[in-house]
């Protein structure tokens, strides 16, 4: 099962968040750079950072060393990837609905009845809801349908993961995997930090590739 291939960038994270309903002052922005002044530059709060970055055969060697780093219990709200090129809605749906409390949903969010219906299921079963959810699915692809999403000539393929504060800890967020790994403590103050280490470990892993984008789920002032 595939879903039309989405162009991700803020305009389209910030259009879906819309069209299913999420409201407030919350809203996605790039993340030029990963250390320095462009990494001061995310504007603040920022409840959760998504990395792109191209699947390659030293990637999938390096998660399967962090197999036995999945975080056990239900402290986080993880679903895994069930339908191809749906990485983005999901990075979003856990950036989202790890940070349940700070958002703001209208009264008819399709993200929220998601969320809250299936508060209680594994992983897997959140997977097979998501697959049959209508209403995320049409988002999705009528979001996709905007862009000018191309594929690349080497067919390399591209995963998109969320980065997220739960409780004190960093957690990784990829549906490919068995759960959310667990990066150790972070504070609301140092976590956009905390997340673009992690990041860099990715960028250091892929000598010669560079490939890579992040952004940033932060509160903008509208003032």
Excluded at 54 to 70: G, I, M, N, Y
Excluded at 81 to 90: E, L, P, R
Excluded at 192 to 212: H, N, P, Q, S, T
């Amino acid at each position: 099962m595939e879903w039309t291939p989405m162009e991700i960038n803020p305009e389209m994270l910030n259009k879906m968040m819309d069209k299913l309903g999420v409201g407030g002052n919350w809203s996605f922005v790039d993340v030029l750079g990963l250390e320095g002044d462009q990494l001061s530059a995310v504007p603040k709060p920022c409840c959760a950072l998504m990395l792109l970055f191209p699947l390659t055969q030293q990637h999938e060697s390096f998660r399967q060393k962090q197999a036995d780093k999945v975080a056990a219990g239900s402290e986080v709200y993880f679903l895994k990837q069930s339908v191809g090129n749906s990485c983005g809605t999901i990075a979003l749906l856990h950036s989202v609905g790890n940070n349940k409390d700070k958002m703001t949903f209208n009264n008819s969010s399709a993200l929220k009845k998601f969320l809250d219906d299936t508060a209680d299921m594994s992983a897997e079963d959140r997977a097979k809801q998501f697959e049959n959810n209508q209403a995320i699915k049409e988002a999705h692809n009528d979001i996709a349908a905007e862009g000018r999403c191309v594929p690349e000539a080497d067919k390399v393929n591209f995963h998109f993961i969320a980065f997220v504060n739960v409780n004190g800890q960093l957690y990784e967020f990829d549906g490919r995997m068995d759960g959310a790994v667990n990066h150790g403590d972070t504070t609301d103050d140092t976590f956009v930090m905390d997340a673009a280490k992690v990041c860099l470990g990715f960028m250091k892993r892929e000598k010669d590739e560079v490939r890579f984008s992040a952004v940033a789920l932060s509160k903008l002032n509208t003032n």
